[in-house]
């Protein structure tokens, strides 16, 4: 990593070069997920099972998908009893959080007498993503599945890719503790495609959450209007903003913490001091080298690792909040008011002792967020993407008979006599004192 010094006239090219770089061409891999897409729709479980062995090498039948209850149940037993309480203390934090987040169904009269107002109800059928491999973590379901217990949808589904050394038991213990009943053990574009479309063995959701890799997100975006998506989440990134009083070995370790995950991470530090630029440097590379994922971190910072010299903090805002960060770290000594000023960013972590890695694990907020700058207009995820409003109209006799004019009158203007004759007939009813 080197030292870039930036301007404030020169923000804008730059943020835009950033976020250039991180675009994929799409057009091969859509190309190979439409192809899956349609091999569900059309075969079922039966190319479940063929995909399944394709790529993730292992022979499965129907009947193998969903994972045994036993399993599940007995899943706290292969896990450690510290692994055990860290689950426990996420998942009572979360749904804690999650609660106060939820608001409520509402009537209330107007001066005319209609009564108004919304109801809320879950959204009934949630599928959740879990990824398999090197990215088995049972915080990607705690922080998903959680929330959609929080907003009381009924029926939970959880999809991860087969292995031979079997599911994570600590995702089997997570989702015991959630409340969620079926795991089905199928992953990639065909797990999306499953809770879409539905097959015999996999039942058919209303919404698919939780992240995965470029084939899922594709995946997840083409079948958005079969069924309702959380977001088109890309790799993740953290942007740190720190001055001279900002300690340089926990500004590298939170930056190495977020390359870690993998060579698409992007991890960029902003700062008006030189000395703490450079320090920064040099921690990361101390520290780089007592990890076990070591060359993913090298190679992550190496292909998106930045550290920006910006002539004031004001400029550090303003990049900010036009690169509208993931992960936002303000560690500087004025950070309170720093914060203040953030208008897009998916999670602000404020004060030198907030790392972000307390907001994947514990915190209490989802960790799963907007990311490639879409925290200019989305929001975290949240028991609010669990749920749906259906407005409430009730008219009154005397709403009816004083409001009919205004739509006989718009829509006489729009040409929908139609409208205006409903409206008409309403109207008339009530001065015969039909109601």
Same mark, same amino acid.
């Given at each position: 990593?080197?030292?870039?010094?930036?301007?404030?006239?020169?923000?804008?090219?730059?943020?835009?070069?950033?976020?250039? @770089? !991180?675009?994929?061409?799409?057009?091969?891999?859509?190309?190979?997920?439409?192809?899956?897409?349609?091999?569900?729709?059309?075969?079922?479980?039966?190319?479940?099972? =063929?995909?399944?062995?394709?790529?993730?090498?292992?022979?499965? &039948?129907?009947?193998?998908?969903?994972?045994?209850?036993?399993?599940?149940? #007995?899943?706290?037993?292969?896990?450690?009893?510290?692994?055990?309480?860290?689950?426990?203390?996420?998942?009572?934090? %979360?749904?804690? #959080?999650?609660?106060?987040?939820?608001?409520?169904?509402?009537?209330?009269?107007?001066?005319?007498?209609?009564?108004?107002?919304?109801?809320? &109800?879950?959204?009934?059928?949630? +599928?959740?993503?879990?990824?398999?491999?090197?990215?088995?973590?049972?915080?990607?379901?705690?922080?998903?599945?959680?929330?959609?217990?929080?907003?009381?949808?009924?029926?939970?589904?959880?999809?991860?890719?087969?292995?031979?050394?079997?599911?994570?038991?600590?995702?089997?213990?997570?989702?015991?503790?959630?409340?969620?009943?079926?795991?089905? !053990?199928?992953?990639?574009?065909?797990?999306?495609?499953?809770?879409?479309?539905?097959?015999?063995?996999?039942?058919?959701?209303?919404?698919? %959450?939780?992240? +995965?890799?470029?084939?899922?997100?594709?995946?997840?975006?083409?079948?958005?209007?079969?069924?309702?998506?959380?977001?088109?989440?890309?790799?993740?990134?953290?942007?740190?903003?720190?001055?001279?009083?900002?300690? @340089?070995?926990?500004?590298?370790?939170?930056?190495?913490?977020?390359?870690?995950?993998? %060579?698409?991470?992007?991890?960029?530090?902003?700062?008006?001091?030189?000395?703490?630029?450079?320090?920064?440097?040099?921690?990361?590379?101390? !520290?780089?080298?007592?990890?076990?994922?070591?060359?993913?971190?090298?190679?992550?910072?190496?292909?998106?690792?930045?550290?920006?010299?910006?002539?004031?903090?004001?400029?550090?805002?303003?990049?900010?909040?036009?690169?509208?960060?993931?992960?936002?770290?303000?560690?500087?000594?004025?950070?309170?008011?720093?914060?203040?000023?953030?208008? &897009?960013?998916?999670?602000?972590?404020? +004060?030198?002792? =907030?790392?972000?890695?307390?907001?994947? #694990?514990?915190?209490?907020?989802?960790?799963?967020?907007?990311? &490639?700058?879409?925290?200019?207009?989305? =929001?975290?995820?949240?028991?609010?993407?669990?749920?749906? #409003?259906?407005?409430?109209?009730?008219?009154?006799?005397?709403?009816?008979?004083?409001?009919?004019?205004?739509?006989?009158?718009?829509?006489?203007?729009?040409?929908?006599?139609?409208?205006?004759?409903?409206?008409?007939?309403?109207?008339?009813?009530?001065?015969?004192?039909?109601?």
């Amino acid at each position: 990593m080197k030292i870039i010094k930036l301007s404030s006239s020169s923000l804008v090219a730059e943020i835009a070069k950033i976020r250039k @770089s !991180q675009k994929r061409d799409l057009k091969s891999i859509e190309k190979k997920v439409d192809q899956i897409l349609n091999n569900i729709s059309e075969n079922g479980d039966k190319a479940l099972i =063929s995909l399944t062995k394709k790529f993730d090498k292992i022979k499965l &039948n129907s009947k193998d998908f969903e994972v045994k209850k036993s399993l599940i149940n #007995y899943s706290e037993k292969f896990i450690s009893e510290d692994v055990k309480k860290s689950i426990d203390k996420s998942f009572k934090r %979360v749904r804690d #959080y999650q609660k106060k987040k939820l608001p409520k169904s509402l009537r209330y009269k107007d001066t005319l007498g209609n009564t108004l107002g919304w109801s809320i &109800n879950p959204i009934e059928k949630i +599928g959740i993503y879990v990824p398999g491999g090197t990215a088995s973590y049972p915080s990607s379901l705690i922080m998903s599945g959680t929330l959609a217990k929080v907003a009381g949808s009924k029926e939970i589904y959880v999809v991860t890719p087969p292995s031979k050394e079997g599911i994570n038991p600590a995702i089997l213990y997570a989702a015991k503790l959630i409340g969620i009943k079926k795991i089905f !053990q199928i992953g990639g574009a065909q797990a999306i495609a499953a809770l879409a479309y539905g097959t015999k063995s996999i039942p058919k959701v209303d919404k698919i %959450v939780g992240p +995965g890799n470029i084939f899922v997100a594709t995946a997840k975006k083409k079948v958005f209007g079969e069924v309702d998506i959380d977001m088109i989440a890309g790799p993740s990134e953290v942007l740190i903003i720190a001055d001279k009083s900002s300690d @340089s070995r926990l500004i590298a370790a939170d930056l190495i913490a977020q390359s870690e995950h993998d %060579v698409d991470a992007t991890a960029i530090l902003l700062t008006d001091s030189l000395i703490t630029a450079r320090n920064v440097i040099k921690d990361i590379k101390l !520290q780089i080298e007592q990890l076990s994922r070591k060359n993913i971190i090298k190679r992550s910072l190496e292909k998106n690792g930045k550290v920006y010299l910006l002539s004031n903090i004001n400029d550090c805002v303003k990049f900010s909040n036009i690169f509208a960060p993931e992960h936002l770290e303000i560690v500087i000594k004025d950070s309170d008011k720093v914060a203040q000023q953030i208008v &897009n960013a998916g999670s602000l972590f404020v +004060g030198e002792a =907030s790392a972000e890695a307390f907001g994947d #694990y514990i915190a209490g907020p989802s960790h799963v967020l907007p990311t &490639n700058g879409s925290a200019r207009f989305s =929001s975290p995820l949240s028991a609010l993407d669990f749920i749906k #409003y259906s407005s409430y109209t009730k008219m009154s006799k005397k709403g009816a008979n004083q409001l009919a004019k205004y739509v006989i009158e718009l829509a006489n203007a729009e040409g929908l006599d139609g409208h205006a004759r409903s409206a008409q007939l309403r109207k008339a009813k009530v001065s015969n004192n039909g109601f």
